[in-house]
């Protein structure tokens, strides 16, 4: 399987914790970015990567977050202290950056904070 | 506030008739435009797109529709088959001001009945 994967799939963490999750991008793909998606809405836009560098964060991402890609491959995407509002799918997507727009999607991680 | 939005949350249409999914935004510099399909478990998958310099664009069984003038696209597909059946979400890029972030709207449940 070529296209992007996500790992976990799930994760159920207590509050005041923190998660880490992974995402590889389809490997000719110099472009990685992190979505998040709550139930009836569609994906919001937190980060995204060229190669190793972080080029544009959202405000949505407060300082409780922070995304790596440190050798322009995989990446992994933290949250500390975690609170109930965390709760949502987090969406990894690469493009080559010719082609930008044309992002491919992981499946995601589901994390529920309890 | 929502720049793209997606008005109606369902659609259902008999196998073989046209499904229309209507998709509205206000940012005047959204230069691009997508459309992308989302089954249950799965990341969002590009479906089709469109550039602000045209106002048609055609893949098979599906066509997006432009309208710069009133701020509206559109997705037709034609004949609707029940493998259609997803979630739709229409998204949006500024290139010049947001880079690679897409904008994506709410979505909408396509459910197509033999």
């Known amino acids: 399987d070529t296209g992007v994967s996500q790992n976990p799939r799930h994760k159920i963490t207590k509050r005041g914790q923190n998660v880490t999750f992974r995402c590889d991008p389809i490997?000719?793909?110099?472009?990685l970015y992190w979505y998040r998606q709550t139930l009836g809405q569609g994906p919001e836009f937190l980060t995204y990567?060229?190669?190793?560098?972080?080029?544009?964060k959202s405000r949505l991402l407060s300082d409780r977050f922070s995304a790596e890609r440190p050798k322009g491959s995989f990446s992994t995407l933290e949250i500390q202290r975690t609170e109930q509002g965390d709760s949502a799918m987090y969406l990894c997507?690469?493009?080559?950056?010719?082609?930008?727009?044309?992002?491919?999607f992981g499946p995601g991680t589901r994390l529920t904070v309890t | 506030d929502q720049q793209v939005k997606q008005n109606s949350p369902s659609l259902s249409v008999q196998e073989g008739r046209i499904s229309i999914l209507n998709c509205d935004y206000t940012?005047?510099?959204?230069?691009?435009f997508l459309w992308y399909k989302k089954y249950p478990a799965e990341g969002p998958t590009f479906l089709i797109s469109?550039?602000?310099?045209?106002d048609k664009n055609e893949d098979g069984r599906f066509t997006v529709f432009l309208n710069k003038s009133a701020k509206h696209l559109s997705l037709h597909i034609v004949p609707s088959q029940p493998g259609d059946s997803a979630v739709y979400f229409c998204?949006?890029?500024?290139?010049?001001?947001?880079?690679?972030?897409?904008?994506f709207g709410e979505g909408t449940q396509l459910t197509v009945n033999p």
């Open positions: 990567f060229q190669n190793e560098a972080q080029l544009e």
């Open positions: 469109i550039s602000s310099i045209k």
């Open positions: 998204a949006a890029s500024a290139r010049e001001t947001s880079g690679s972030r897409l904008t």
């Open positions: 997507a690469s493009s080559l950056s010719r082609r930008s727009h044309e992002q491919y």
């Open positions: 940012n005047s510099m959204f230069d691009y």
């Open positions: 490997s000719e793909h110099n472009r």
